[in-house]
């Protein structure tokens, strides 16, 4: 454990180096991404730091303990000893976490695409349960939430909403949202009080910044139309929506949820960016399967991922066999108890991944 703490502290050095020099802080790309690596790196180095601390009691004790000359001075070893011992395994546990290679894109601000799956008008209400649980979730961690674009139903709810996240860390903490999710309660239009099962899908995006992914807008053709549907006195008065069409891959998108043709395009290709981005990593997970083994948060689409049981008050989450009955306060955006337990179950997968090398 030391050698490998050693490791990181010749590392971080360099790091704290580099950041100062004025070819780096004048290269945008490279001072970010130093700038993270330092972050990452100062929390294992801090733990280091209080790891090396505790190893010296216990051989500090030890060593009195040994002697016995002097009563007063044992007893108080004693103590130090069992005190260190008792902390010792709870932060070797946490450096072995903190080793484990970081996706780098857990730090990204991310774009969330909520669909209206199977279930008719019902799928479009709970999609906009959806928007709301994570709205709420978003603004109890700090972060904010800015609409891109929306298409709503036709009894409530979104038939689709697409929405960016801006925050600390926010990719590594919703990208565990990404998947099916079904819902099976009985719809307002339901006169035999039957359950019906209406489903959702999320994606969860990592914000592409240009230097992650360079567009080609040369592939890019841009549809400037006037708004439509509720919006003031802007609507169908002047051509501020966007809409982004995608040559290569047919990927079309659309942004009129501002005033402004210019930051409805800035909207509308962070977008295209960013699904371009994911597509490209899913290309690369695919041909690299041993990268990413997790079920945890693999992101396919297809899977069912969690289920909202209304008659019974229940939410499971299919991935890790979770059942909480909590409903209420779950769709009230009170995930951050599923989320942790998520994001255990992929260290523990880590973990195991990465015995050999820590």
Not at 147 to 176: A, H, L, P, R
Not at 188 to 204: D, L
Not at 207 to 227: G, K, Y
Not at 321 to 327: A, I, N, R, V
Request: with cysteine; aromatic share 6%.
């Amino acid at each position: 454990m030391l050698e490998k703490i050693q490791i990181v502290k010749q590392r971080f050095d360099e790091v704290n180096d580099l950041i100062i020099q004025p070819d780096i802080i004048s290269d945008q790309k490279r001072y970010i991404q130093l700038n993270k690596e330092y972050k990452d790196l100062k929390k294992i180095v801090d733990k280091g730091t209080l790891y090396k601390e505790l190893l010296d009691n216990v051989a500090e004790a030890e060593e009195i303990i040994s002697d016995g000359s002097d009563d007063e001075m044992v007893e108080m070893a004693k103590m130090q000893l069992d005190e260190a011992k008792e902390q010792l395994p709870k932060l070797e546990e946490e450096i072995r976490f903190l080793l484990i290679p970081k996706d780098p894109d857990d730090a990204k601000n991310v774009v969330v695409e909520v669909r209206a799956g199977t279930g008719g008008d019902e799928a479009s209400i709970f999609a906009g349960d959806l928007y709301r649980m994570y709205s709420k979730y978003c603004s109890d961690k700090g972060w904010s939430t800015s609409v891109v674009s929306m298409n709503e139903g036709t009894s409530g709810g979104f038939k689709e909403i697409i929405f960016e996240v801006s925050g600390e860390d926010v990719y590594g903490t919703m990208k565990f949202e990404a998947g099916v999710h079904r819902v099976q309660r009985v719809p307002q239009t339901e006169t035999q009080g039957r359950v019906h099962t209406s489903a959702a899908t999320v994606m969860v995006l990592p914000e592409a910044e240009e230097f992650d992914f360079e567009l080609d807008m040369t592939e890019v053709r841009i549809e400037r139309t006037t708004s439509t549907g509720p919006g003031g006195q802007s609507v169908n008065t002047t051509y501020s929506a966007i809409k982004l069409h995608h040559e290569p891959t047919g990927m079309i998108v659309s942004c009129q949820d501002q005033k402004s043709s210019h930051k409805n395009l800035e909207k509308a290709l962070k977008v295209l960016r960013s699904r371009l981005y994911e597509e490209e990593m899913r290309k690369r997970a695919a041909a690299d399967s041993e990268k990413r083994k997790s079920m945890v948060s693999s992101g396919d689409r297809s899977a069912k991922i969690r289920t909202y049981n209304y008659p019974q008050g229940r939410v499971t989450d299919h991935r890790i066999g979770l059942t909480l009955y909590d409903l209420q306060n779950i769709i009230n955006g009170d995930i951050q108890k599923i989320i942790d337990e998520l994001m255990l179950a992929e260290n523990t997968e880590l973990l195991k991944a990465n015995d050999e090398i820590i």
